[in-house]
């Protein structure tokens, strides 16, 4: 059974930076594309960053992009999320989520396992 455990969220002030980190266990890490998305209260669950299962490629949403770094570690079985400049709206729980039917995934539809969140606030 694929675990995936996040870390690292917290409160910050807008223009800081926060990392956030993803675990996984029992699996064969490398075989599966990484996700990242968030969610605030009321919206519905929106894709932040992708890396595909090598990490050769990667995928940001418009919102992020100059902002956020995703990056992997096969060796590690980790997959983070560098988030600089941050603003009060990147404010959600953010997913950590791992698939193996695509090389890419950018939408939360079909996604094989999810972690359980980590909460980010900004303050302004």
């Known amino acids: 059974q694929v675990q995936l455990v996040e870390s690292g969220g917290g409160l910050v002030q807008a223009g800081g930076s926060l990392r956030l980190s993803c675990a996984a266990s029992?699996?064969?890490?490398?075989?599966?594309?990484m996700a990242w998305f968030r969610q605030a209260p009321g919206e519905e669950r929106e894709f932040v960053a992708a890396i595909s299962r090598s990490g050769g490629y990667t995928d940001y949403a418009d919102s992020v992009k100059g902002r956020f770094t995703i990056s992997r570690n096969n060796a590690k079985n980790t997959v983070r999320l560098q988030m600089n400049s941050l603003k009060p709206e990147d404010t959600a729980v953010y997913y950590c989520a791992a698939d193996n039917q695509r090389v890419v995934f950018t939408t939360p539809l079909g996604v094989n396992y999810w972690g359980q969140g980590t909460q980010v606030t900004v303050s302004s």
């Open positions: 029992g699996c064969t890490f490398s075989s599966y594309a």
